[in-house]
């Protein structure tokens, strides 16, 4: 009996100070709270600055996509004007050679003509004794001198088709070049404006990620108060019932001793032999508890990889310092504007960016598979076009907030992620 008291006094002891702990720690939760809610406050707006960023980025990135391509066109037509002045060039030096050997030919015969034919032409026109020779003689110096003249002529007209043309073309070249220039300044001011626009983006992305683990850190001591709180509570609950037993139990043995006393008093009274007293059942226990051209399907370990480089990151991978998240394609290491090419036959069902993955494009190969190809600089198919397996869809690039040129490649086997490395041929 007096140990059940002495253990109720402590109890009621104790009680208070697990009390005063219990309202400190509820404090700390409150302020807890009170500034996870702040954080997650910011990290809202934070987010929303993100996506307008984000959105200003594809559009940038975009527009330079459709840039690189005009500029890739005008080279084409460039090195297509210059090769067309090269020819003409050559054409026109060959003219020339051929127009001075004919001039010097025509000299010499010119003299030949006057020395001879003046002194033929004047016996001639002495002799009277042969007039029919005559009258030939000097047809003969008519269509001869004629034919010299058309043919001077000719070469002349052509001479002068060939400077219109190479005018001509000269024109045109310095007009692609003014038009290069311009599509290059431009290129250089979106280059400008994007790279802006990739710092602003990874500023925010370290804010949010500081913004982020903070808010982790308070959702940390949050979970950790609350498991304080908890067995405070429970504490608290435990101790109020051990007191309440306590008391339960003191106040039984005062009963029994008073039963006690009066038995013996009576035992006494009666001088009576005392009997045993009866045993008390124990607590019931159980036994009881418990103890390539064909069909995309058929291609696996047989395709290409859509471009040469090395692989940054693998199928299933931790996707930087989160372990939660995981690679559900591959990223391949390549230079900026390097060819990526379709690693099977499909048709075109989206070419557009996409926030994440920048400038995408996305085949259907028929019976649920697909391929995607993201953070691309240039998209050379449009949705809905038909591509052979091996031709070029798009230019490797950082859109989509890369750091460095990489292309992203998955497959989608109706749906679900599969590990490329398993559809592509092995590298050695």
Known sequence: MLRALITLALICLLQPAFADERAQTQQQLDATRQDIAELKKLLGKLQEEKSGVQKDLRGTETEMGKLEKQVEALQKELKKSE???QRLDEEKKKLQSARIEQQRLIAIQ?????????????????NQQNPEKFARTLTYYDYLSQARLEQLKNFNETLRQLANVEKEISLQQAQLLVQKSSLDTQREELDKVRKERQLALAKLNDDVKARGDKLKAREQDQADLGKVLKTIEETLARQAREAEQARQKALLAQQEAEKKRLREAQADADDSPRKPPRATPGPLVSSAG?????PFASSRGKLPWPVDGRLLARFGESRGDDARTKWDGVMISASAGSQVHAVHGGRVVFADWLRGAGLLVILDHGNGYLSLYGHNQTLLKEAGDIVKAGESI?????SGGQGAPALYFAIRQQGRPSDPAQWCRAQG
């Open 83 to 85: 090769s067309e002045l």
């Open 110 to 126: 010119a003299r030949a003509a006057y020395q001879n034919g003046r002194q033929e032409y004047l016996k001639l026109l002495l």
């Open 290 to 294: 418990a103890s390539y051209g064909g």
């Open 394 to 398: 798009s230019t490797v690039g950082s």
